[in-house]
């Protein structure tokens, strides 16, 4: 199948985006924070250019907006709302939907200048649509505001993009393994997979005990994309790419396309062309989920609840272990997982910023807990946690990725000409091969030659 276009995509995602948030309550004030010191985090070369003071008097209206399922929707809107009790002149408008057609709708927004003051961001938009700087203000210009000290110097260092620190890190995560239990019982195996022995064998039981409707694992083209990355850098020791040169050859890209196949073949998980006839490209809202004949996910740490939220009580969704492919590393990548930027567009800045500051730093933090994922932010970390909020499933999905993943995510990997949903050369590829149109042979042409279009240099 060729790529399919789809140019009223952003106009759809907007007429289905949710509005909420905002609501006062009783009056209070707030002083600005003290000027963070420059030498604390490694990218705020300098302090504040001038001293700000956080507007407590005239009527401010900010606009937020991320993606995500009900649990995060639901942390947002009340820590937005606690941040209009702490600030009642400052009213918070919040946009959301899931993440299907979000990006393409969001850069649609930043294109014409109207996005919301405060993105959650995935880390690639950073390079993808500020590249020069021009979408998303230098956070480091409010560093007397935003507490940049609370984060990862490294983690900020992946978010400073034309000598600018475009996003604060909300969050470090990779991909791991999710299982629904109550199929692997079902199907008389009291263990999930931890290696790739162990999952061709569970594909052979589930095919045999409960029908050729069940697997085990049911994936995306982006987690295909991701798990070929993770066994070529498992078996061949190297990352998938240096500085944006791609470090395999096309014999070993056959190859990691053809290992994939064969995890089809094998019944380990469902062909594309199976999975978009039953109306399964969104993964766990479709019914084969649901019901437990798909029985495990690729996915990142910090989707656990949104994976889970469809299934029922018995279903007995678990975290897994990573899965190492290879004897040469441990491979995979782990990645900041989102930010939040204040677009250049936003007429309050100081404002935006310190909404940053309250969701991620201050006491919205206890509210937001691990809904996006763990949290990098020192400070924010130790509110989650007092609160009670950070979720074990996440946490215990978090240390397993970061003891395990070797290598650092190139921001060319998720460009949305490579991984979009039914647009992408990933997607493009993944069928090609699935509806019977290339082998992986003749696909990895269509593959390099998407790579080298967004940038990548092929050796």
């Known amino acids: 199948m060729k790529k399919a276009i789809a140019l009223a995509m952003a106009s759809v995602m907007a007429a289905g985006l949710l509005a909420g948030c905002g609501g006062s309550a009783a009056n209070s004030t707030a002083a600005s924070s003290e000027v963070a010191s420059s030498e604390a985090a ?68 930043l294109a014409a200048g109207n996005a919301a003051d405060v993105m959650q961001v995935n880390w690639n938009w950073l390079f993808q649509y500020s590249g020069k700087g021009q979408s998303f203000v230098n956070l480091n210009d409010y560093s ?46 009291d263990h999930y997979p931890t290696t790739e022995q162990e999952l061709l064998d569970a594909a052979k039981t589930f095919q045999e005990k409960l029908g050729d409707d069940y697997y085990p694992l049911a994936a995306t083209t982006l987690d ?6 993770f066994y070529l850098e498992s078996k061949y020791g190297e ?3 240096t500085d944006s040169t791609l470090n395999y050859t096309v014999e070993q890209l056959q190859e990691g396309l053809e290992w994939i196949q064969s995890l089809e073949d094998n019944h380990v998980m469902p062909d594309l062309k199976t999975m978009n006839a039953a109306g399964d490209k969104n993964i766990t809202d479709g019914q084969a989920w649901i019901t437990g004949k798909y029985a495990g996910i690729f996915t990142w740490d910090s989707s656990a609840l949104s994976s889970s939220q469809n299934l029922p009580d018995d279903a007995e969704f678990v975290v897994g272990d990573e899965i190492k492919w290879g004897e040469a590393a441990n491979g995979g990548f782990a990645k900041v997982s989102m930010g ?51 979720k074990d499933l ?12 070797t290598n650092k995510l190139d921001p060319l990997f998720e460009n949305n000409d490579l991984k979009a949903s039914g647009t992408g050369i990933y997607q493009e590829v993944f069928d090609n091969i699935d509806y019977g149109d290339e082998t992986p042979e003749e696909a990895v042409n269509g593959l390099l030659d998407g790579m080298e279009s967004v940038g990548y240099t092929i050796a």
């Not at 295909?224 to 990355?229: E, L």
């Open 144 to 189: 007397d505001v935003l507490d940049l000290t609370q984060f990862p110097s490294n983690a900020l260092d992946a978010c400073t993009v034309a000598d600018s620190l475009q996003a604060v890190p909300v969050a470090m995560a990779g991909r791991i393994f999710y299982w629904n239990m109550a199929t692997f019982k079902k199907a008389g195996l």
């Open 394 to 405: 996440v946490a215990e999905a978090n240390a397993k990725v970061m003891a395990f993943t």
């Open 224 to 229: 295909r994309m991701i798990m070929m990355t």
């Open 42 to 109: 490694s990218t705020s070369t300098e302090a504040a250019t001038e001293a700000h003071t956080i507007n407590t008097t005239d009527p401010i209206t900010l606009t937020i907006s991320w993606w995500g399922g009900d649990a995060r929707q639901a942390a947002y809107e009340a820590a937005c709302k606690a941040f209009t009790e702490k600030y009642p002149n400052i009213a918070v408008e919040c946009t959301y939907g899931p993440w299907n057609g979000w990006e393409e709708a969001q850069s649609t927004a």
């Open 239 to 241: 990352p998938w790419v």
């Open 340 to 390: 939040m930027a204040v677009t250049q567009s936003c007429e309050h800045p100081v404002e935006a910023a310190a909404l940053i500051d309250f969701l991620w730093n201050g006491e919205g933090a206890a509210i937001m807990g691990s809904e996006c994922g763990i949290p990098a932010s020192k400070a924010g970390l130790a509110a989650a946690q007092e609160a009670g909020a950070v």
